[in-house]
């Protein structure tokens, strides 16, 4: 798994250009790194495409104290292969890819047996600002071209548009991984989706394709008519009113929380049927929970962050398949400090694509 050290030799065809944060201020300007030569197993891929998520703004800007500077963010990463190594046997040059959170892990462990890389015993590596077992600091996707090892790479059928395919990465598989395992599949059944950002209106897309009577839970109004006509949800409703939230007391079978700001979840967990599921995605500060709202009502409270290798893989599959795609906006990378501030303020529907294919010179 180690890699060894590139000769000089190499560096000029491997150079990359990207866009890097150099302090906790989280601005981005331009920057040029060397990535690593493509080795039996990797795959090499130009990057066309990124998704901008919050999690680039987390890193960017030092918030949990363990950025690595220069920091080069994005893992919600869709290209095409431009090389592969001689051992590769999954992927072709000009195959659609993508690559996700992380870019490697133990393989040795009994979740990477079972295809669980998420959760790997010695830790997954992150798609940046990660140590990898190479001892190099991991560099995402804002960038030309990354080198992954092919157990990390996803193929994107190649009629589904790459734009799209880059927020599946992160946002589609946050949501879809929780639903198939809780088996939150089931037609008829009915879902509540807490928050409508990048992995709350994912939650609705999947949702509605699995046959589920979706309700979307907000704070603001404003949200009512994209919910309702835009992302095809059944039903909307204010969380802050008190009225409306006790009217479907008991009527849910699953409920999806994908709000990271701190919130009630009480009120929430209310609304499950007898022996319903509550899965939080989002990561507020605190969960604060009255033991008789699980206990008396049997209900489930869940966590979970991505997915596998295998359950990704099938969600880009059901996408394709479904049609489903994510509301993107597309940007240059130039414009992408301003995006960031967006992503803060929440002014974005739903997500951010940077096209590092026209933009990144």
């Known amino acids: 798994m180690v ?58 800007r030092n918030k949990h104290g363990d950025s690595k500077y220069p920091l080069i963010p994005g893992h919600e990463i869709a290209g095409i292969v431009d090389k592969v190594g001689s051992n590769v046997r999954g992927f072709k040059v000009g195959d659609h890819v993508g690559v996700g959170t992380y870019v490697n892990s133990c393989r040795q462990c009994e979740y990477c047996n079972e295809a669980q890389e998420v959760s790997c015993v010695k830790g ?80 609705v897309k999947f949702g509605k394709a699995f046959g589920l009577n979706v309700t979307v839970f907000s704070t603001s109004i404003s949200k009512k008519e994209e919910a309702l006509n835009l992302l095809g949800a059944n039903n909307f409703v204010i969380s802050s009113d008190h009225d409306q939230m006790k009217a479907l007391g008991k009527s849910l079978d699953f409920v999806i929380d994908t709000a990271s700001g701190d919130h009630p979840f009480d009120p929430y967990m209310s609304l499950l049927k007898i022996a319903g599921t509550y899965v939080l995605v989002g990561f507020p500060s605190e969960i604060k929970i009255s033991p008789a709202n699980l206990n008396l009502g049997m209900r489930m409270l869940a966590g979970s962050v991505t997915g596998g290798t295998k359950m990704t893989q099938e969600m880009i599959d059901f996408c394709a398949a479904h049609k489903i795609y994510p509301n993107i906006e597309v940007i240059p990378i130039q414009k992408i400090n301003e995006a960031l501030e967006r992503v803060v303020n929440k002014d974005i529907k739903y997500r951010f694509v940077i096209d590092i294919k026209n933009s990144l010179k």
């Not at 906790?24 to 998704?51: W, Y």
């Not at 960038?143 to 395919?165: F, N, Q, T």
């Open 3 to 60: 890699k060894s050290p590139m000769s000089s030799s190499e560096s000029g065809e491997n150079e990359c250009l990207s866009w890097a944060a150099r302090d906790p201020s989280g601005l981005l300007s331009p920057h040029t790194f060397t990535r690593r030569s493509v080795t039996s197993d990797d795959v090499s891929l130009k990057i066309t495409h990124c998704g901008v998520c919050y999690a680039d703004v987390i890193w960017t």
């Open 124 to 203: 997954q590596v992150f798609t940046f600002n990660a140590i990898d077992y190479d001892g190099s600091v991991t560099k995402g996707g804002y960038s030309s071209h990354i080198v992954v090892h092919e157990r990390y790479c996803y193929k994107i059928p190649v009629d589904y548009p790459l734009e799209s395919a880059a927020p599946l990465l992160c946002a589609g598989i946050t949501v879809y991984a929780p639903m198939i395992r809780h088996n939150m599949n089931q037609p008829g059944k009915s879902l509540g989706v807490i928050g409508l950002g990048g992995l709350g209106h994912m939650a």
